[in-house]
């Protein structure tokens, strides 16, 4: 199966021409090599994905006949450890830089207001 295909049908991407397109510009690697969108991927190949500035690992477990339920999807493919631990390393920093700013410019608006009162009570 194609890695833009395959990719789809493991829900990374919400259609195959955004898929297509990471692979092509440089944010899919196949076993550390840069691939384009044709390339064929096999069972027991290792995918590193670059998404904003994280750096996902993945090994291909199963190669899918359709593009099922998230639930088929995540039986596709297994995360490294470390992925993992760099996930959850980055989701306790954006959490924490959105304590400290605001999400809009200037002076805050009304949901800002709510966001800012939350965070002071938590």
Sequence with gaps: MRIDKWLWCARFFKTRSLA??????GKVYVNSTKVKPAHK???GDFLRLWSRDLVFEY???MIPNRRGPSTEALQLYAESEESIERRKQY?????SELIFNPPTLGRPDKKT??????????
Excluded: F, G, M
């Design 91 to 95: 989701s306790k920093r954006r959490s």
């Design 41 to 43: 991927i096999l069972v």
């Design 59 to 61: 090994e291909v477990l």
């Design 113 to 122: 207001r709510r966001l800012l009162l939350q965070k002071r009570h938590d």
């Design 20 to 25: 297509a397109r990471a692979v092509s510009i």
